[in-house]
């Protein structure tokens, strides 16, 4: 995930909704200094604050992870290529699972495990997996 991309993203979606950093803030319950962090790439909002994102934009997850608007036709390579690098990230307590993991249709499994996550982004109806 590129944090200045998707930072990037945000501030183009806030200003085509013709909306402050502070009226953002403010529908979102954050500062608009938390708002310019985002957009100047130097932090991610959490996964919550992505959901709030991506209803008062319109726009999926995948999207907003993206740092652009995908067409039906890329989206499920987009959202495989988004899970592939947050599964990269994953580490499993648990199972001693250290990070590595099988991407296939929107499933991510560690590879010495049974454990599935599933990813669904409901913000425009699309399920991958």
Known sequence: MDQVKIGKFIAQCRN????????LGEKLGVTNKTISR???????PDIEMMQLLSKEFSISINELISGEKINDLDYKEKAEENLNAIAQKLTYKGNNFSGKVI?????????????????EDTADGHTVG
Do not use: C, M, R
């Open 16 to 23: 085509e909704k013709n909306i402050t950093q502070e009226e």
């Open 38 to 44: 985002w957009e100047n790439g130097h932090y991610l």
């Open 103 to 119: 991407v296939k249709e929107g499933l991510i499994t560690p590879e010495a495990s049974g454990d599935l996550l599933f990813y």
